[in-house]
């Protein structure tokens, strides 16, 4: 769709791309191949087809450095966020704004959205009186109950029976918060569940019943 002789214009190859140098360099070498020059203006270089190599050279240390300080950034944030959870198990001390959709935190403590609450009551009703995932979910469309997550992850803004399955199964209404990490890309719980930790919202019976 970029037709040959166009200019990819960024600040830094870092821009670019972040991955390995493996993966990086034949991406950016297969834009020059097109046709297609790459200019960045930290240091006012232009990448072209048929280069010289001083200029692969210099891309390659680039994409190694913007790599290597992705790498260093990400354990960073890992090690901040294992302290929190450390904190959150050993003094159930919050986690911050990053909480459940149906509390918000106060700055000391979390506090219940009354009318979220109400919404999920609802639902685990509807799922002890027999309805299923999918059948509350359209209830819950017609009578125009807003959903809970941001319009980016649900444009739409309509309930779906998997929105509804995970409120239905999710302890975190028991007052439960799970630790997690991301083990080979995926999450995994580290140890177990801190008790108490959330406002109870659903009590032991009413989930179970609602399962």
């Not at 040959?4 to 070498?29: H, K, Q, T, Y």
């Not at 072209?48 to 190599?53: A, C, L, M, S």
């Not at 890992?78 to 986690?95: F, I, M, N, T, V």
């Not at 109400?118 to 639902?123: A, F, L, N």
Request: aromatic residues 8%.
């Amino acid at each position: 769709a970029i037709e040959p002789g166009s200019m990819l214009i960024v600040e830094s190859l870092d821009r670019l791309s972040r991955e390995p140098v493996n993966d990086a360099l034949p991406r950016f070498l297969g834009l020059l191949k097109l046709g297609i020059d790459i200019y960045t203006t930290s240091d006012a270089r232009l990448y072209v087809k048929g280069g010289n190599e001083i200029d692969l050279v210099v891309s390659i240390i680039n994409m190694s450095r913007a790599h290597n300080e992705s790498v260093l950034k990400s354990q960073r944030v890992s090690k901040a966020w294992q302290q929190k959870q450390k904190e959150a198990r050993d003094d159930k001390k919050p986690l911050g704004s990053a909480c459940p959709y149906w509390l918000k935190f106060n700055g000391d403590s979390y506090e219940v959205i009354p009318e979220r609450v109400e919404v999920i009551r609802g639902v685990f009703k509807l799922a002890a009186s027999g309805y299923g995932h999918r059948a509350i979910a359209k209830k819950l469309n017609e009578s125009k109950v807003p959903t809970f997550g941001s319009v980016n992850r649900n444009e739409k803004q309509l309930w779906a029976s998997s929105s509804t399955g995970k409120i239905l199964s999710n302890r975190a209404l028991l007052g439960e918060y799970q630790p997690m990490c991301h083990v080979g890309g995926r999450r995994t719980n580290i140890g177990d569940a801190i008790v108490n930790y959330y406002p109870v919202v659903i009590s032991e019976d009413v989930f179970f019943e609602a399962q």
